[in-house]
């Protein structure tokens, strides 16, 4: 895989996969053996080698080719084997005389109208070159990791890390200098300047290669120079000035001798035909020729900049300068206008679900496909409803309360709002369920019998609109509904009515299979007719049969189960009604309310009513409630049999006692089938307007109690597991975005918000939780007001949009603004610029004034959240008491509405003036929610990986990373999250394995992808900047390493603030690699943060005051060092007693400063009073303890490699050995004993049992002298006490409890807790096994270890295992 191309890999991917140590080339695929090296003559270009493979297809090769630097910009070729030229579709393998070192010749096709429009669209790619401006101006998110280390290329052509450490060998030597760091980044600073995330790009401007490049007025050509080949005429002025028309043919492109005034077509005079428009360009201009080699030798970005990222990611900060510094050079040359014929995206999606599965490269080339498709499909979904908001599009009905849109293949419509699912609410509730169930269905593993539709949600100047492709077939008009369900393909549904055919018989086992694997129970409802229609879905969902003869399932967004906690209902169950019938009445509703916990309602106030009435359980909660009552299940049965006589006893017996056991407890946790444990869950119980038979009670109670207990389960169980997880752990959220993983996580939904604030403040650790208390209100506040802003901004017209905005955000930020002050700055500033009077007084958005703002979020956020009070009477309380920063208010609005803002200083703090203007609004860009298409292989792998990293072993995962990093490479050219986490966990493992400069070269693309497919400000990014800085430490780039980590604190305050545990960590990092006062500054700022969030005896907290210790005596003051590590020692004694390892090593190392300091003291006593100046010897870290120390403070020594698995599996392999060989001498005794009764034979007997008794003891001897050189070969600082004594040596008992103690420690990431730190130097004193202590996460992806070592929950949260 030396010159392997990726798909859409860009140009440069070829030089980037020669060398990457994520490549193919380092992975065990079996794929990758039949590799071929080739020669490329032909079309103009020097010959050059290329790898290929033996199942690449021959347009394969040619796509790869295409993407070479010394064929690009080239285009329209094929290959051609010894004069034959060769089938696109044909595997190389295949071909005739194909084999390693064949010259396969390019040969020059003629063009046709179409490829030589593209042909023309890869010029413009190239000449293009992106300005540094150009993503932030278009709202996605830039890479700033090369402006950040001032460095032009990224590394990519070596693993070990040199051409980086020689291009910046000059940042090495300034790296130390104290007085660099900015003040505002210092602890305790409040500046937070916005100039400071986004710095100036060190990458030169691209040079200017022609002054114009347009259609030609003469274009399109007349019909007699049609008939002749001409396609296009094109219009080229040079730098010299010079103005060319230029001809497109089926042979390329030649000048002809038009002019402005003058039609000519025919070919100038010695002017040649060439076949790529640059070659004649060159010829032409030697301007153009010299700027071109330049450009395409040294202006363009490495292929993980340079290629588009699948979505778009918002970057909420713009440029500087709103206006263009450059012209668009080619913007009328025409090549990227939309299609005539608009894409069918539904057939697309199909088509390309239904390709082969069979092998590895097809389901490689499965899943690129479908990324392409769905990323093409989210972008047309983007761009049609900025049309239609914006009012370019008509609606194809009459509708004005349900607007639909055509446009470009895609059905776009905002959906009525109902008042039965609560108004505009409903309607936007139902539209993203809708997308959460077409995800489930869409996720179900097996074969794809049913089909959905792509769809997508956006959310653009307040308008959330719902796209979807168009259904073929299926569609309907309003003479379609006279006709019968059956004739409009209509087959399942509470509207299709009795039928019976061979489709629907297939339909229902297709979506009976669904149910199982979506734990949906098969019940019976009544329909509107009265008649009694079976279902496995919900009582919205239709199944469909297409005119493709497809099966489609449509309506799914109540696929979930309904939140009993939020159900009107449920609420009426609670209540109830005696006053017709008291006695039957009050049985009744003692027989509903049974099913809630004891005083659940009294003490929670639930079941209550929610603004909008589809309140659905999420996915996550679902499959932890499941696990849970397994759990309970399981407990159950063992009571049950203990009580009968012991589980061997029912089982030896074969009597009824285990299946009675199965069956009471299967009645006593709800489960649907009484003879085994299965869980599953009516979606349509508590909906309104259901009717189910009598014949149903039973199981409709049955579903009513799984439910309430369902919803009790999030209040009882899920947000106090919650609290305790953020309580025990630093790797907490840190903005709204992370915080909504972690409690989705959880199956925690958004609107039980206000009841984690109350779980927080009622908790003797609320102190301990500020951060998420701060985060939590911070949430709450901003999606009140953005539900606001939607209705504020949806009355503003396109003219006056950047003002209302402006103006919104004021009132917002501002306590006592008013709208008279920016009325009347925007009347002067209109006319100056003579657009009249200015605003109207009467604008509605203008009226609007802080008081009524703040009055509207108030009554929003206790509506919908319950929280009356704690928002209190402006942002100045949440400021000044939740410790909340405006900067931070402002990126998250920004985030979630789409708005842009220019970037400079803003200051928030003024309590009267405007912060913002409209010319800092610079844009509002559509946010848009869309399914997420699966990478199967490439997870599947990543997962193997961590299950092996749990395992301890370390070789077997570190190989299983690369495959997965070259599976993801396959299909999205690494440009996903799964992708980041994946490249980062094969950083921190080759890390591990002393690999330091190949973790530093593939962090560096972990960073680069995170900031570009998360965001540059996301808090992964911070996290990966924190990496980044413990691998260049490691290779002695220490300056580097702190701008990493000066970069990460400058996120980490912008997106939250300094009063964070993750901060402590990046502080903890910053004082050992900075130098001098700051040093100090920082350490200190840790400890105060550790011992704030933690405690004084806590791991975290002990470390930072070993870290103070270890600094005070680097600079000679062992007072302070003495009393730093004797809080130490004190939280070491409070944790693990008096003779613990860790509590000796402290104890050794406080006897060493305390020698130290008597020296010393001595010295100067010996000295006199009359020495002034006196030397005082101090004891400095060595680099390595500093590196090591930054591992533990980052979570990279979460893995470690254990080798104590492997040691029990040798230890077992040996005692059944032993004991096989006892066995064969006895009965070889035995039956020597019978044969032969002489003197001689028994001492020949006795000798040779003394000789195997001799070897027996040295076998044994040998056998615990290497289990103990195994012991020390851990990558623990010493060896585990609970594996010093050997399985040969325990009884039978002991060995099964050694054996189960085993099992328990292979689950883990890390060393046994105590670990000895066997050194007495201050090297030794890092602490590795205290804080490298395993967490484990509860919920569906329990077995997932955090990788990611610091601020979101799991790297991979939402996938399930």
């Known amino acids: 895989m030396k010159d392997k191309v990726r798909r859409g890999g860009g140009r440069s991917q070829a030089k980037n996969d020669d060398t990457s140590p994520t490549s193919a080339k380092n992975t065990d695929l079996k794929m990758d053996e039949d590799n071929f090296a080739v020669k490329i003559q032909g079309a103009g270009v020097e010959q050059f080698e290329l790898h290929v493979h033996g199942f690449w297809l021959v347009q394969d090769a040619i796509m790869t080719l295409l993407s070479r630097d010394e064929v690009f910009p080239r285009s329209n070729l094929s290959l051609s084997l010894a004069g034959a030229t060769l089938d696109p579709l044909s595997q190389m393998q295949s071909l005739k005389g194909f084999k390693a070192g064949s010259i396969l010749r390019l040969t020059e096709e003629p063009y046709t109208a179409q490829s030589a429009r593209l042909h023309l669209a890869r010029v413009l790619e190239l000449l293009r070159a992106s300005a540094p401006q150009d993503a932030l101006r278009e709202g996605r998110s830039p890479s700033i990791l090369d402006t950040i280390t001032q460095s032009q ?101 030649f000048l002809n001798r038009s002019t402005e005034e003058v039609f000519d077509p025919r070919p100038a005079q010695s002017a040649p035909i060439c076949h790529c428009f640059t070659d004649l360009l060159c010829h032409l201009s030697p301007a153009f020729k010299q700027a071109f080699i330049i450009l395409k030798n040294k202006f363009h970005l490495p292929p993980l900049e340079a290629l588009p990222t699948p979505y778009h990611t918002l970057s909420w900060l713009g440029p500087p300068c709103s206006s263009r510094i450059h012209k668009n050079t080619f913007s009328r040359l025409g090549v990227e206008e939309q299609p005539a014929q608009a894409p069918d995206w539904n057939e697309e999606l199909q088509a390309t679900r239904d390709l082969p599965q069979g092998s590895l490269e097809e389901r490689l080339q499965r899943d690129k496909a479908l990324l392409q498709v769905n990323s093409a499909f989210v972008r047309a979904v983007t761009q049609g409803a900025e049309n239609v908001i914006d009012g370019f599009v008509e609606p194809v009905n009459r509708n004005p309360e349900d ?125 509107p007719k009265g008649n009694v229609v079976p279902l496995f879905t919900s009582i919205d969902a239709q199944g469909l049969v297409g005119a493709d003869q497809r099966f489609y399932v449509l309506d799914v967004f109540r696929s979930f189960p309904a939140d009993a906690n939020f159900c009107p209902e449920a609420d009426k169950e609670k209540e109830g009604d005696p006053a017709d019938d008291e006695q039957k009445n009050c049985k009744d509703d003692e027989a509903k309310t049974k099913f809630w916990p004891d005083n659940y309602c009294s003490d929670t106030g639930f079941p209550k009513c929610f603004p909008h009435g589809l309140c659905r359980l999420k996915p996550e909660l679902v499959q932890a409630f499941i696990q849970h009552k397994h759990n309970q299940f399981g407990q159950i049965v063992r009571e049950k049999l203990d009580k009968n006589g012991g589980f061997e006893e029912c089982a030896a017996a074969g009597d009824s006692r285990s299946t009675s056991a199965v069956r009471e407890a299967c009645k006593e946790v709800g489960s649907v089938s009484d003879i085994i444990f299965e869980m599953r869950f009516n979606p349509n119980i508590y909906s309104p307007g259901v009717t189910f038979p009598r014949t149903e009670s039973t199981s409709t109670n049955l579903q009513k109690r799984l439910l309430q207990e369902a919803a009790a389960f999030i209040i009882t169980h899920q947000i106090p597991a919650f609290v305790d997880y953020c309580l025990q752990n630093n790797e907490v959220p840190v903005d709204g975005a992370s915080l909504k993983k972690a409690l989705h996580h959880k199956g925690i939904n958004l609107r039980y918000m206000g009841h984690v604030v109350k779980a927080i403040t009622q908790s003797e650790d ?37 003002a209302a905005v402006s103006h919104f955000l004021c009132c917002l930020l501002v306590p006592h603004y008013t709208p008279t002050s920016i009325g009347d700055d925007m009347k002067k500033k209109s006319r100056r610029r003579g657009r009249g009077a200015g605003l109207s007084e009467s604008t509605p958005w203008s009226t609007l004034t802080a008081a009524e703002l703040w009055n509207m979020v108030c009554q929003d956020a206790a509506q919908t959240y319950g929280i009356c009070d704690l928002l209190g009477t402006g942002p100045s309380h949440l400021v000044e008491h939740y410790g909340l920063q405006k900067m931070s208010l402002l990126r998250e609005f920004c985030l979630k509405t789409g708005v842009q803002l220019r970037l400079k200083d803003y200051f928030l703090e003024n309590q009267n003036k405007a912060p913002l203007n409209p010319e ?17 292989d490439a997870t599947k792998a990543f997962r193997t990986a961590q299950t092996s990293l749990q395992k301890g072993l370390l070789d077997q995962a570190y190989e299983q990373l690369k495959e997965a990093t070259y599976l993801y490479g396959r299909v999205c050219d690494d440009l996903h999250p799964e992708a980041c986490y994946c490249h980062s966990v094969l950083a921190r493992v080759a890390f591990l394995k002393g690999k330091s400069a190949e973790a530093r070269s593939i962090q560096l693309k972990a960073v680069v992808i995170s900031e570009r497919v998360l965001g540059f400000d996301h808090p992964d990014t911070i996290q990966q900047y924190a990496l980044l800085a413990v691998y260049m430490n490691a290779g002695g780039e220490t300056a580097l390493a702190q701008k990493c980590l000066l970069r990460a604190r400058l996120l980490m305050l912008t997106v939250h603030g300094e009063d964070h545990p993750y901060t402590a960590a990046l502080d903890s990092c910053l004082g050992l690699v900075m130098s001098g006062s700051q040093s100090e500054q920082y350490l200190k700022n840790a400890l105060t943060l550790n011992t704030s969030f933690f405690g004084a005896t806590n791991l975290h907290t002990a470390l930072s005051q070993h870290l103070l210790a270890q600094l005070m005596c680097s600079k000679g003051d062992y007072r302070s060092a003495m009393v730093h590590e004797k809080e130490a020692l004190s939280a070491f004694t409070s944790m693990f007693g008096e003779d613990h390892a860790q509590t000796r090593c402290s104890t050794e190392f406080l ?164 670990t000895a730190a066997s050194p007495s130097d201050l090297k030794a004193m890092t602490w590795a096994d205290v804080v490298s202590k395993p967490v484990v996460a509860d919920g569906p992806a329990a077995n997932t270890p955090e990788v990611n070592g610091g601020l979101a929950t799991t790297q991979n949260g939402e996938h399930e295992e």
Not at 209 to 230: A, E, F, M, Y
Not at 440 to 466: E, M, N
Not at 777 to 794: L, P
Not at 1233 to 1238: D, L, P, V, W
């Open 153 to 253: 290329t990224q590394d990519t052509t070596l693993q070990n890390g040199k051409n980086l450490k020689r291009s910046l060998s000059n940042t090495k030597t300034e790296g130390t200098n104290q007085d660099s760091t900015p003040e505002y980044l210092l602890p305790g600073s409040r500046e937070r300047p916005l100039m400071a995330l986004l710095p100036n790009s060190s990458q030169p401007e691209a040079p200017s290669c022609v002054r114009d490049l347009s259609l030609s007025c003469w274009n399109p050509p007349p019909g007699h120079r049609k008939i002749q080949g001409d396609f296009l005429y094109i219009t080229v002025v040079t730098t010299e000035g010079r103005r060319c028309d230029i001809t497109s043919c089926p042979k390329g492109f």
């Open 403 to 527: 607007p639909a849109f055509l446009w470009g293949g895609l059905f776009i419509s905002q959906g009525a709002a109902s008042d039965v699912f609560g108004g505009e609410r409903g309607r936007r509730a139902a539209q993203r369920l809708e997308l959460k169930g077409v995800q489930a269905y869409s996720d179900i593993q097996g074969p794809h019998g049913l089909h959905i539709l792509p769809t997508a949600v956006v959310d653009y100047r307040g308008v959330r609109l719902s796209a979807q492709g168009l259904a073929p077939g299926i569609e309907g008009t309003e003479q379609d509904l006279e006709v019968s369900p059956a004739s409009r393909g209509l087959l399942y549904g509470v509207n299709a009515g009795p039928q019976e055919s061979p489709q629907r018989r297939k339909l229902l086992e297709h979506l009976a299979q669904a149910a199982k694997a979506l734990s949906i129970q098969r019940h019976v409802v009544v329909s």
């Open 766 to 802: 609320e102190v301990k939780l500020r951060h998420i208390l701060r985060i939590a209100i911070s949430e709450i506040f901003m999606r009140s007001t953005k539900r606001i802003f939607n209705s504020f901004v949806q009355g503003v017209d396109m003219a006056s949009l950047s």
């Open 920 to 936: 800092d609004v610079l844009n509002i860009f559509p946010v848009v929610k869309h399914l997420h298409m699966p990478i199967v």
């Open 1151 to 1314: 006897s060493t400063i305390t020698k130290q300091a008597v020296r010393v003291e001595r010295s100067i006593r010996q000295a006199g009073p009359e020495c002034s100046e006196q030397t005082v010897e101090c004891l400095t870290p060595t680099t390595e303890t500093i590196l090591e120390q930054m591992v533990l403070v980052t979570g990279i020594r979460k893995i470690v490699q254990s080798d104590r698995f492997q040691e029990y599996k040798l230890k077992h392999k040996e005692r059944k050995a032993a004991v096989a060989k006892e066995v064969i001498e006895s009965l070889l005794s035995k039956a020597n004993t019978s044969e032969s009764a002489s003197k001689e034979e028994q001492q020949t007997n006795q000798k040779e049992s003394v000789k195997e008794a001799e070897n027996s003891e040295a076998t044994k001897a040998e056998g615990k002298k290497g289990s103990d050189e195994a012991s020390l070969e851990t990558n623990d600082v010493g060896s585990v006490s609970s594996d010093a004594v050997g399985l040969d040596s325990l009884s039978a008992d002991e060995g099964t409890k050694a054996k189960q103690e085993s099992d328990r420690l292979n689950g883990e990431f890390n060393g046994a807790t105590d």
